[in-house]
């Protein structure tokens, strides 16, 4: 989703706390903490492609290699992903190369014509290696498109096509809204489940987040080669300001999920991105939970059970000075600590005011 840039199956994670039965307790250690940032350079060109609109990215542990997805609606150039490589570690963000690019293909073997697909998130197959990514559809002027689910191999070539939930689709009252459709996804339970999660509330679902109420969002689980399985009601928070000078001027939506642990079925990280014109940008990542929640798989959401969350982090609160569009995350490298490195990645809509952002936490 193009959101500028500011202008001004319960999910546990280890938090250790030490207690002193002699001397005062001591303060518990965050279980986030910021290890760096790394800024790439604007409009920066590799092999004859603008980089730019990076809107999801994942890591393979195998390779030490990042894969990462480019919103560009092959208006600049084709529909595409990328390859790189940069250390995460105690220090930060290390030097950023791009070690490839890859058109992405339609299944009949061409690339994709201009604003004929909006790519999202994309996830390595860790079965396989090969690449799933969502991309948004469309609707606008007439047109209705729906959303989906591809799967392509590394080097761009259309593999297959998973179903959608019919609530999902896009129909003239009901379905995603504009550029709020599939902008999350995640392999589940080793790779035997593929989730994803609608950015905003499906027409259905209620209006959109304000600063006084939030909206629901759907996250569905479906078998890796396909069938849907279940469907489950999150919970966004509210806006967190109002916008200056014209009020009603911002959004809160579920930018990218990640599955909490590879093998767990039910926990998730939740990054919920807001963008208030005139205020800027906040990031909260929740823990999130579906084992308690209803399955409303192509049903109204009604009086169902939400799924169960908590606020793992907050950027403002971890050091983070200069907060743009953050729109992928992945887990990287484990540090010597034994904690794990969080990598996010900023979309900057090809904006010269917006920032090509790729931070770093540690989480214990």
């Known amino acids: 989703m193009a959101v500028r840039r500011r202008t001004g199956f319960p999910l546990a994670l280890a938090i250790g706390v030490v207690a002193l039965t002699a001397a005062p307790a001591a303060h518990a250690e965050p279980a986030v903490r910021l290890l760096g940032e790394r800024i790439l350079p604007h409009a920066m060109d590799f092999h004859g492609t603008t980089v730019g609109g990076l809107s999801g990215i994942d890591y393979r542990p195998g390779t030490g290699e990042y894969v990462l997805i480019s919103d560009d609606r092959s208006e600049r150039a084709a529909a595409r992903g990328y390859t790189a490589r940069f250390t995460v570690d105690a220090n930060g963000v290390g030097p950023v190369a791009f070690t490839g690019t890859f ?14 697909v909006d790519p999202e998130e994309i996830r390595v197959d860790p079965w396989t290696g090969d690449y799933f990514w969502t991309q948004e559809g469309e609707r606008a002027d007439g047109v209705l498109a729906d959303p989906s689910v591809r799967v392509a191999r590394p080097d761009g070539t259309f593999v297959a096509e998973l179903p959608i939930p019919d609530d999902e689709r896009m129909r003239p009252d009901a379905g995603p809204r504009r550029n709020a459709a599939l902008e999350a996804a995640t392999f589940a339970a080793g790779g035997a489940l593929f989730v994803t999660a609608v950015e905003g509330p499906l027409l259905q679902d209620g209006p959109d987040a304000t600063v006084t109420s939030g909206a629901i969002s759907r996250i569905t689980v479906q078998a890796r080669f396909g069938p849907l399985l279940a469907q489950y009601a999150y919970p966004m928070e509210p806006v967190f300001a109002e916008s200056r000078p014209e009020p009603g001027r911002g959004g809160n939506g579920v930018a990218s999920i990640l599955a909490a642990d590879p093998l767990d079925p039910a ?65 990287g490298p484990r540090l010597p600590s034994g904690e794990r490195t969080l990598v996010l990645v900023s979309d900057d809509n090809f904006a010269a005011n917006q920032i090509t952002q790729l931070i770093a936490l540690a989480v214990r």
């Open 267 to 331: 926990k998730f990280l939740v990054l919920e991105r807001a963008y208030v014109e005139g205020v800027g940008n906040k990031i909260r990542i929740y823990e999130a939970d579906t084992a308690g929640a209803t399955n409303v798989l192509d049903a109204p959401i009604g009086d169902a059970r939400p799924v169960a969350k908590r606020l793992l982090v907050d950027l403002a609160d971890v050091g983070v000075t200069d907060i743009d569009n953050l729109e992928g995350m992945t887990w």
């Open 103 to 116: 058109p992405l293909r339609t299944a009949a073997g061409t690339v994709y014509p201009s604003k004929s």
